[in-house]
């Protein structure tokens, strides 16, 4: 069935230092990878995402990269700041319904001062 | 534009009760999703609706959960009647044709006593 499995489920990492989330996904007909982020009692937001045509992309401190042969694409935060902590979410897109995101089970991220 | 929008923010019911949550997605989004997340289960789809008409309800628990699309403005989420498990963050998200980005509301925050 379709999955996307999530690592780690929580990382605790200095100020300053990078973060990296790694995900894997099931389907090899998934084409579109987007990250969310979650502040406690907040709604999940969109931070960046990728298309399967890409094999990476930046913005700012953040980048996302896809390995499509392997079937895993990453998270990567640079340079870490404290308002960094927060549980971030990857998805990959349903091959069987295509407008349907498959969500992977968080990583709590925590940046400490 | 607004953004998403869901009433009520908190619920607190009793056992027995129905619930009805609402959402308003956002102006010329063809897609609209109902999620539930709950710390055990992390976010589950629950159904979604493409130009008001139900896709895909595979993730609706069971038949006390119903949802409808009157109008591309309005949907609902309807638990009747309600139970313990229940108890949850709902969100619901919307997205346009052809873009796959999902942008959430700020969620209802459900207790069933």
């Known amino acids: 069935g379709e999955n996307v499995e999530q690592h780690p489920s929580t990382l605790s990492v200095q100020e300053g230092d990078s973060a990296v989330i790694k995900c894997t996904y099931s389907?090899?007909?998934?084409?579109?990878f987007p990250w969310y982020k979650q502040e406690l009692g907040k709604r999940p937001q969109l931070i960046i995402d990728?298309?399967?045509?890409?094999g990476e992309k930046k913005d700012q401190r953040i980048a996302v990269t896809l390995n499509k042969t392997a079937k895993h694409f990453s998270l990567h935060i640079t340079e870490t700041q404290p308002e960094d902590s927060a549980v971030y979410f990857c998805?990959?897109?349903?091959?069987?319904?295509?407008?349907?995101?498959?969500f992977g089970t968080g990583t709590r991220l925590q940046v400490f001062p | 534009d607004a953004g998403v929008i869901q009433s009520p923010r908190h619920e607190v019911t009793e056992m027995g009760q129905e619930v009805t949550l609402r959402c308003k997605p956002i102006?010329?989004?063809?897609?609209l999703f109902w999620y539930r997340q709950t710390m055990m289960r992390g976010l589950e789809l629950l159904i979604y609706?493409?130009?008001?008409?139900?896709?895909?309800d595979s993730g609706m628990p069971e038949d006390r959960f119903s949802a409808k699309m009157p109008n591309a403005s309005f949907s609902t989420l309807k638990i009747q009647p309600s139970e313990p498990r229940d108890s949850a963050v709902y969100f619901c998200?919307?997205?346009?044709?052809?873009?796959?980005?999902?942008?959430f509301g700020p969620g209802t925050r459900l207790t069933v006593t």
């Open positions: 389907d090899s007909a998934s084409n579109y």
């Open positions: 990728i298309r399967s045509n890409v």
């Open positions: 998805a990959a897109t349903s091959s069987y319904n295509t407008d349907k995101l498959i």
């Open positions: 998200a919307s997205s346009q044709a052809g873009s796959y980005e999902q942008y």
């Open positions: 102006s010329g989004h063809d897609y």
């Open positions: 609706f493409n130009n008001n008409v139900p896709i895909d």
